[in-house]
């Protein structure tokens, strides 16, 4: 619980909401009938909280951020007197849960065939941030719940038909329904009030006001193999079918935006933002669609000699879908082509190769290579199925004159539509009018269309691995690899709109929009890179002490990290010169260089009870991150429009050419076994990270905020506190 954690950073008390944490389970596991039908069950759950690390000035919050206490209360009051809106809280904590269920039955038919069932359920949830830079603050209202409901099952038939041949048929079924909902509902849109250094938002995030992704998976695999002479051949069949409801309505509340806390007073608004199908029901403008991937493969493992073994592999997969997305007769006039293009009929060979070479008796020499799928861009394509201008319709207040001064959302003149019952008629309630009465027409002030290149091929990687182990004697053991990655096809969004007519004198592009506004979802001419090279050492120490050591060094670059679900998202939410390019940088996800210690101490100090202890040390560089800063005017010119975030890269800059901050701690973990004849407790005591327990300047991270973007100037790092604290649990495990 809170009373064990640190309450002060780098000589700082910190204001720690109240909270307790709690974690249960248990593993039972028998026969149901001798001999024949096995059981095994598992259970866990959690009881914990999230924890929330930004305040006012003077808050006693682990990151302060540049606004007043006074200056929240304003707000608060005005919201609650005029909008007759109660944000909420500062948010500190908030209650989390989590439980997992597993089931498994194990049937042993006779000595050829057995059968297996298993069942997993889990549903859990978590709190999150919704704007979480250290330039902006939000109520905990403001803040969204973000959960699943996840449910399997897995049969199994195993045979062996004869002494060389053998299969496996496997069924499964998997069902997601996964949500995120503001914790202060959806009946209030979203507010943002933009002070001087500060954006304050209340209200239901407008991210969060339409969004819930739910899929069904069914499939099957059919497995065979079979020992012919030294080879042992391995092929089959898998199919997978995907049916999926993705709805994502981003202001289907209305987002609106105010200059100051006095234009949030007096209701003369700076932007308002409003998006629904013409029926104004959000879930009639989702993306419900599906596709089904086929797989066939071959694979032969033999020893050329004793002490080399090759594999030699083949592996098709193909798409097949139905489902299309509606075509816009806008775009197809536009661009001569239809916006429905789907993956039906893309397919991707991908060779293998792979070998284990024993060099010596202590020594072990392995490597491969082989082509691998890049992974399946659902979500992204399900932006082609809704983001087409024809399901939903988006409209903005400065086409009705909101947002140049001469309106107020107050006068008299302005009513309210969709409004529901028991809550005022005004704004945040309800949807200005005029804006819902153009969508209702079908008439917008859209957002870019989204669709899939008629040319889309399946992302892939080339994988080349090289590794080796030595035993060096019976107490050490070295072990080091090599990874290399290259992407072929890699999936990236751009402007699919835009034309180069020239460049700036700082030698920026500029472009013109020609067609109908739209993002492209395609693949780059730059496959995304990555080389990961590691090594461990592990050594048997006396007096009953193991240590292992390791290092991994990164080297990783991509044309777009790719950091959202949305199109749109993914093109502004980076650092670029030209928004277009496509250039290799350091991605986002790299972590540099790690460094890992664990040691471990094992003794039974009464009777043959063992007493444990464990140390792990861990060092680690954070991610990079650029400066760059807000050119949507400048140089763009909103050619094309990059919603005023600060992701352009002054001349001579590339994108994460400054190193994040090193971190590093230590965790220690204690446990003693009790035997109690008809079984054993075993009680034990984790402290995550000790080494601020030891001293509160110890232990600390510093991360840049998502999506690793900083103005020069400003702070580029921010503390994260739930790292950096340490934390004490204590528990207790039965086993009989």
Do not use: C
């Amino acid at each position: 619980d809170d009373g064990l954690r640190s309450d002060s950073l780098e000589g700082q008390d910190i204001t720690t909401g109240k909270y307790e944490e709690k974690r249960r389970g248990f593993t039972l596991g028998g026969p149901v009938i001798a001999d024949t039908v096995f059981f095994f069950a598992a259970f866990e759950e959690l009881e914990g909280a999230n924890l929330f690390d930004r305040g006012p000035i003077g808050s006693g919050a682990v990151n302060e951020v540049e606004v007043t206490q006074a200056e929240l209360d304003e707000i608060l009051d005005i919201a609650r007197t005029l909008y007759q809106y109660d944000p909420g809280t500062i948010p500190s904590s908030m209650p989390n849960e989590d439980e997992k269920l597993l089931v498994k039955l194990d049937w042993f038919i006779n000595e050829q065939h057995r059968a297996a069932l298993t069942y997993n359920y889990n549903e859990g949830n978590n709190f999150v941030e919704s704007d979480s830079d250290l330039s902006e603050f939000e109520f905990s209202n403001h803040l969204y719940e973000r959960g699943a409901e996840l449910t399997s099952y897995v049969g199994s038939l195993y045979s062996d038909w004869t002494d060389r041949f053998s299969t496996e048929i496997r069924y499964g079924n998997l069902t997601l329904d996964n949500r995120q909902i503001s914790v202060g509902g959806t009946d209030f849109g979203e507010m943002r009030i933009e002070l001087a250094d500060v954006d304050v938002y209340i209200g239901g995030d407008d991210s969060r006001q339409s969004n819930k992704l739910d899929y069904e998976v069914d499939s099957i695999s059919l497995t065979g193999t079979y020992a012919l002479d030294e080879h042992l051949i391995t092929f089959g069949y898998e199919h997978e079918a995907l049916e999926m409801f993705n709805l994502f309505v981003p202001h289907s509340e209305t987002e609106i935006r105010f200059d100051g806390i006095e234009n949030f007073r007096t209701g003369y608004a700076d932007a308002i933002y409003y998006n629904n199908s013409p029926e104004h029901i959000p879930s009639l403008a989702a993306a419900n669609w599906g596709y089904e991937l086929n797989t066939v493969f071959v694979q032969d493992e033999f020893n050329i000699s004793d002490n080399v073994e090759l594999l030699f592999g083949l592996r098709y997969d193909w798409y097949t879908t139905d489902d299309a997305p509606v075509t816009n007769p806008t775009f197809l006039e536009d661009y001569g082509f239809t916006n429905s293009a789907t993956v039906d009929g893309e397919g991707l060979i991908q060779p293998r190769f792979g070998f284990t070479y024993e060099a010596a008796d202590n020594l072990v020499i392995r490597g491969g290579i082989g082509l691998y799928s890049g992974g399946d861009p659902n979500v992204w394509l399900s932006n082609t199925y809704s983001n087409n201008n024809v399901l939903q319709f988006g409209q903005r207040g400065r086409s009705f004159g909101y947002t140049d001064g001469s309106r107020s959302l107050f006068d008299s003149d302005v009513t309210y539509s969709a409004v529901e019952d028991g809550v005022p008629a005004g704004p945040g309630y309800g949807i200005p009018s005029d804006i819902y009465d153009a969508v209702t027409a079908g008439v917008g002030d859209n957002f870019e269309i989204n669709y899939l290149d008629p040319n889309f091929k399946i992302p892939s990687e080339w994988k080349y691995a090289i590794g080796a182990t030595l035993e060096v004697d019976e107490t050490m053991t070295i072990s080091g690899d090599v990874m290399v990655t290259r992407g072929q096809d890699t999936a990236i969004w751009k402007r699919g709109d835009l034309e180069l007519v020239g460049t700036t004198g700082d030698g920026y592009p500029d472009y013109s929009s020609v067609r109908e506004p739209s993002f492209i979802l395609t693949n780059s001419s730059k496959g995304n890179t990555s080389v990961v090279a590691s090594v461990s050492v592990q050594k048997e120490l006396p007096y009953g002490f193991n240590a292992v050591v390791s290092y991994a060094h990164t080297n990783a670059e991509d044309v777009n990290p790719m950091t959202s679900s949305v199109g749109f998202s993914n093109y502004k939410y980076r650092a670029f010169f030209d928004p277009q390019e496509e250039v290799l940088s350091t991605s986002n996800y790299e972590i540099k260089d790690r460094i890992t210690l664990v040691l471990d101490w094992e003794r039974a100090l009464f009777g043959q009870n063992m007493t444990s202890v464990s140390l792990y040390a861990s060092a680690n560089q954070g991610p990079s991150y650029s400066y760059s800063y807000n050119g949507t005017i400048n140089p763009y010119g909103f050619t094309p429009y990059l919603d005023f975030i600060d992701n352009v890269l002054e001349p001579g800059d590339a994108r994460n050419d400054n190193n994040g901050s090193w971190w590093s701690k230590v965790d220690l973990m204690i446990q003693q076994e009790i035997n109690l004849g008809f079984g054993s407790v075993s009680a034990f005591l984790v402290v995550d990270n000790l080494t601020n327990l030891l001293n509160d300047e110890w232990g600390i991270m510093r991360k840049v905020d998502f999506p690793n973007l900083v103005v020069k100037g400003d702070r580029a790092e921010a503390r994260i506190g739930d790292a950096s604290r340490s934390e004490i649990r204590v528990g207790l495990r039965y086993e009989f």
